[in-house]
Structure formats: C-alpha cells, structure tokens
C-alpha cells in the first residue's frame, strides 16, 4: 500500500512544483507592464523546454557523466547546452518575428533561465541520490541486523539443549524417580523454544511461564541442594519481549552456582511495572572451580548482543562479581 502511494504521489509533486514554477510568475505579474520586447507565450514554451532539460541532466547526464572518470566531459556538456539555449532561441524569435529587437534586459531572460534549472535539477538529483544512500544504508543494516539476530537465535537451541541434556545424565546417573516427570517438561520447553520462540515479538506472560517451566524443571534434578528464591511482581503483562532473553542468565546462575559451593543460593527478581522490566539475578560460586568456565559466558554473551541489536538505548545491563557472588541486573523498556 505505501508503494503504490509513493507511485502517485511522487509525479504529482513534480506535477504541482513545475504548475506553480508556470502558473505563479504569470499571475504575479499580471496586468503589469513589462517592456521585454518578448512574445506572450514566450516564457510558457521556454519554461516547457526548461523542464525538459531539468530531467535530461537529472536522469541522465548528472548521473551518466558526473563521475570520477567523466566529470571533465560533464561541465564542457553543460557548456554547450546553455549555448544551444541561447542561439536556439535568439534564431527561433528572429525567425518568427522578423521585428525582434535584443536589449540588455531580454537578454538575460532568454540565457540565465537555463542555468537556474540546470542548477536545480544538480541538487535535486544530489539530494535524492543521497536519500536512497541512506534507505540502502538503512536497509542493509536491517539485514545485517536481522541474520546477525537470526545467528544469535541459532546458537540459543545447541546451547540450551547441551546443559538440558547435562541435567538429564546427571539425573539418569542416579537412576532418580523425577527422570520421566523432568522429561516430559524438557518437551514442553522444547517446544516452546523451538516453535514459540521464532515469533519476532512474544508475550512477556509467555516468558515468564516459560522461565517458570526451566526452574521447576531445575529444582526437580537439585532439590534441596539449593536455596532458590524466585519472586515475581507482574503489573503490565500485555507487553512483548525477545523470547529466550531471559533464561540463559537463570541458566549461568545454576550452572556455576551448584557444585563445590557451600550453602549455595539462587535469587531471582523480576518486576513489570509500566512498561518496564526489572529482572535480578544473584548466585554465590566457587571461584577455585574452573572446570566449568570451558563452555561458560556463552548465553551471556549472546543476550548482550541480542539486548544492543533490539533494545539500543533501552536497555541497562549491569553484571556484579565481587569473587564469591554473581549478580546480573536488566533494565529494559519493553515494547507495549
């Protein structure tokens, strides 16, 4: 729809400009007497051919001839059109009026016109040159955005499913009872991440109960093991957020906050109010650990990307680590 407006709407500007560039001079100076020595409909058969020649160098010898290689032949061109003008009309006017005299006054009249529309169609055609630089550029970057998105979203279902499935051995090797209820939640969440997720906008209600779906399937594995605490105030809940932008740093906390650690605790926050989105995330690690450190940072890591392509200057990322906490604060401003 906004491609057939631009289809009609462009030629009936040029239509409406050149009508006033015509119409306003003539009736400006209407009934007022000019001794030019010109012809009446001089100046309407002169604007005519003007605007030809407008579009002639717009179209054709701006964009032909101005070049690194050509511009020397462009001006000589131009010369010579401005001096066909000239001579063309001077033979025109003595050829159908035999009386014509050429003074001063009309003779600037019939050269300088020429160099006021070929003047006007150079920055034209420089002005529009440069708004399609900038919608190419912009379209570009969309598309560069777009696949470096569409990357980071790929490498969320390998990275995901690699700790997913690190829970399922792990729960296999104690031969636990919860193996078959933990499964059968690995399912749903596959589903939503391979499904659901690929919507470019997603409920934040959606998120949520997804980011449930991962604790509960987390606490059936540790248990006890842990002290995890997860609070959630909910005003808005009709806003829409990136789908998966929150898990990989609850991910990051049971990852490094189990194992070798004393009395090991989880925190997470998360507030909606108006139309932002307060999430917190805290563990306490062991810094001896390094085992784990091979493959960390790779969720975190993406969702910075993702929050700078999606959410530039709304968002604030802030990550804490004094030795013995991690603490990861997001405040974004989501899209309602």
């Known amino acids: 729809m906004m491609h057939l407006r631009s289809k009609y709407i462009n030629p009936f500007i040029h239509v409406l400009v050149w009508a006033s ?4 001079p003539a009736l400006i100076f209407h009934n007022i007497p000019i001794a030019t020595g010109l012809p009446d409909y001089f100046f309407l058969i002169t604007n005519l051919y003007h605007i030809g020649l407008f579009y002639l160098n717009a179209y054709f010898l701006y964009p032909v001839l101005f070049t690194r290689r050509r511009w020397w032949i462009y001006i000589p061109v131009l010369a010579c059109i401005l001096a066909f003008s000239y001579y063309a ?3 025109i006017l003595n050829w159908a009026f035999p009386g014509f005299i050429l003074t001063p006054f009309n003779n600037r009249i019939i050269f300088f016109p020429p160099i006021a529309f070929l003047l006007a169609s150079v920055i034209f055609r420089f002005i529009a040159d440069r708004i399609q630089f900038e919608r190419l550029e912009k379209e570009l970057k969309s598309e560069r955005l777009g696949s470096e998105l569409k990357f980071l979203r790929s490498q969320i279902s390998p990275h995901f499913l690699f700790n997913m499935m690190a829970n399922m051995v792990s729960l296999a090797r104690q031969k636990s009872d ?14 939503y991440m391979l ?6 906008r997603f409920l934040v209600s959606d998120e949520i109960m997804y980011l ?10 540790f248990g006890e093991d842990v002290d995890l605490l997860f609070e959630i105030q909910s005003g808005t809940v009709d806003c829409f957020i990136e789908p998966m932008l929150l898990v990989p740093f609850v991910e990051n ?10 009395n090991p605790f989880i925190k997470i926050m998360l507030e909606i109010k108006d139309r932002r989105l307060f999430f917190s995330v805290s563990n306490n690690y062991n810094k001896s650990n390094i085992s784990k450190d091979l493959n960390s940072g790779i969720g975190i890591i993406n969702v910075k990307n993702r929050l700078n392509l999606l959410y530039p200057g709304k968002n604030n990322l802030t990550i804490l680590d004094d030795g013995n906490t991690y603490t990861v604060n997001l405040n974004l401003e989501m899209i309602c």
């Open 212 to 221: 449930k779906s991962y604790i509960e399937l987390q606490q059936l594995r």
């Open 253 to 262: 906390a049971f990852k490094h906050g189990i194992g070798m650690v004393s």
């Open 89 to 91: 009309k001077l033979f």
């Open 195 to 200: 499904y659901e997720s690929n919507k470019d």
């Open 21 to 24: 560039v015509i119409a306003i």
């Open 178 to 191: 919860l193996l078959e209820s933990s499964l059968l939640k690995l399912s749903d969440l596959l589903r």
